[in-house]
């Protein structure tokens, strides 16, 4: 991967952290400050990618909050973030942690344990999903804009929006003007047909779109972009003929293969107790995963044993 425009001092050492991970809690995992904002240039050419996950976005979002703690906030920030499905809810959220002071555990309590919290209590998930997910999204971006956080220059999405009489055509989101937009664009993203909602699709800017990952399974947005892509869903699914789309340069990390997620029991709603356990095997899962990420970021060389 090209690595000329990073900002990340050449002297730069990146810590290794042991955890013990016996009766490991949610409650111990540290959050994480950024005091003063840093002001990095967002490399298009430079994507993270995040798959589908259904019920498995605590997951997501665990590992997104671990990948915080392994790869500086400054390299991050030098890359695009894009997702489709449930990956679009936690490439969103992620955005938002990098460019404000909160960081993935603070949205994670904010607004997905909330929404899983709300779920598990009405239905066990069923039909009630969409609309909790457009008011929290509607709100997040509220605050997203106070933050200044540059929605877009450094996010993206996919959509499936209809074509013809029963087609789907893949629709990239990358351009956000208002709450009531970036809200359609995240619940459409995640609108799997009779399960999150009452109907078969959603509107977005009143057209018909369903779950982005019917037409778009690796969310990239330039085909010769370097693209790390963080796949939490079984390797299958990332795969041909399911993905039939894929971009020059892909590095794909399978996030959950030392967690053995089960399809598709852990990928469903259940409820905000399973939702901490799976943010702390996220957490864990790139703590575990170090070593890839660090090359997957060509950070290797800054690697400094623990002492």
């Keep these: 991967m090209d690595t000329q425009n990073s900002n990340t001092d050449s002297t730069t050492t ?26 990095v240039k967002v490399n298009q050419k430079k994507e993270i990618l995040l ?14 909050h671990g990948l915080s703690e392994i790869i500086p906030l400054e390299v991050l920030k030098e890359y695009r973030v894009g997702g489709v499905s449930a990956g ?23 607004c997905i344990r909330k929404l899983l919290n709300v779920v598990s209590n009405s239905t066990f998930g069923f039909w009630q999903t969409t609309s909790l997910l457009s008011e929290l999204a ?19 999405c996919y959509i499936s929006l209809r074509s013809g009489f029963i087609g789907y ?26 399960v999150t909602s009452f109907s078969f699709s959603n509107e977005y800017q009143g057209k018909k779109a369903i779950d982005g990952g019917v037409t778009m399974g690796i969310p990239f947005r330039n085909k010769d972009s370097e693209c790390i892509f963080l796949n939490v869903l079984p390797k299958p699914f990332r795969s041909y003929p399911i ?10 990390i399978d996030i959950a293969e030392d967690y053995n997620l089960v399809f598709p029991t852990d990928y469903w709603l259940w409820d905000e107790q399973n939702a901490d356990k799976q943010f702390v095997q996220g957490y864990l899962a790139a703590k575990h995963q170090q070593d890839k990420l660090l090359k997957a970021f060509n950070l290797e060389s800054k690697l400094q044993p623990a002492q």
Aim: proline content about 6%; some cysteine.
């Design 169 to 194: 055509k893949k629709h990239l989101v990358d351009k956000f003007i208002n709450e009531q937009q970036f809200a359609e664009a995240i619940t459409c993203s995640c609108t799997i047909p009779f």
């Design 138 to 156: 509607a709100s997040s971006y509220r605050i997203a804009l106070e933050c200044g956080v540059p929605l877009d220059e450094a996010f993206h």
């Design 51 to 64: 798959s589908g996950g259904a019920g498995a976005i605590s997951f997501q979002a665990g590992y997104m």
């Design 243 to 252: 993905v039939r789309d894929f971009p020059n340069h892909l590095t794909t």
């Design 88 to 110: 679009a809810c936690v490439a969103g959220f992620f955005v938002f942690s990098l460019y404000s002071k909160h960081d993935m555990k603070y949205w994670f309590e904010k």
């Design 14 to 39: 990146i810590p290794v952290v042991n955890i013990n991970e016996n009766n490991f809690k949610y409650e111990e995992i540290p959050s994480l400050d950024h005091p003063e904002p840093l002001k």
